[in-house]
């Protein structure tokens, strides 16, 4: 117990479970003086259910992998390769969290500061043919997506791969 909170539950004699667990309800309440988060542990150490289980482990619904260029880049080799790190990068993340997606969103832009430079920003929603977290067939999609998009002339500053 290093912080500040913990030197004042000490102070009022509540720095270990079992005091905490038995503080008095008369006294005012935990919240005020510490925190709602304080207040439901205490709740949990009296065996009253405050905290959902399945709430703390929901897997995540949306993952992105997103980059800005130190530099703006017209080359679409450029952009292709950044696709490609972001649609890997998606990927192990996919494989980390034990997830699978079935669509992603590939999106470029330049950069909208730039106000004598002409802007463009665009984005592509693509369905994978099946829920997977395969990089190789991420990527794959991702670049279709990149083909639809990508155009010509500008200097793009942002590159982004969203998955569901």
Same mark, same amino acid.
């Given at each position: 117990m290093g912080s500040r909170r913990a030197h004042r539950q000490e102070a009022r004699g509540l720095g270990y479970p079992v005091r905490l667990r038995s503080a008095n309800d008369r006294s005012p309440p935990i919240a005020p003086r510490f925190s =709602? *988060?304080?207040e439901r542990i205490v709740w949990e150490l009296r065996g009253r259910d405050c905290i959902?289980?399945?709430e703390m482990a929901a897997p995540r619904k949306k993952l992105m992998t997103s980059r800005s260029f130190g530099r703006a880049t017209g080359?679409?080799?450029d952009l292709r390769e950044a696709i490609c790190q972001h649609a890997t990068r998606g990927g192990e993340k996919l494989r980390g969290?034990?997830?699978l997606t079935s669509a992603l =969103? *590939?999106?470029i832009q330049t950069?909208?500061?730039r106000e004598g430079q002409p802007q463009y920003a665009q984005?592509?929603?693509l369905h994978l043919p099946q829920p997977t977290d395969d990089s190789r067939a991420i990527i794959r999609t991702a670049l279709q997506g990149l083909d639809v998009i990508y155009r010509p002339g500008y200097d793009y500053q942002r590159v982004?791969?969203?998955a569901d």
């Open positions: =709602v *988060v304080l959902q289980i399945d080359s679409r080799q969290q034990g997830s =969103v *590939v999106f950069n909208p500061f984005s592509a929603l982004r791969r969203d």
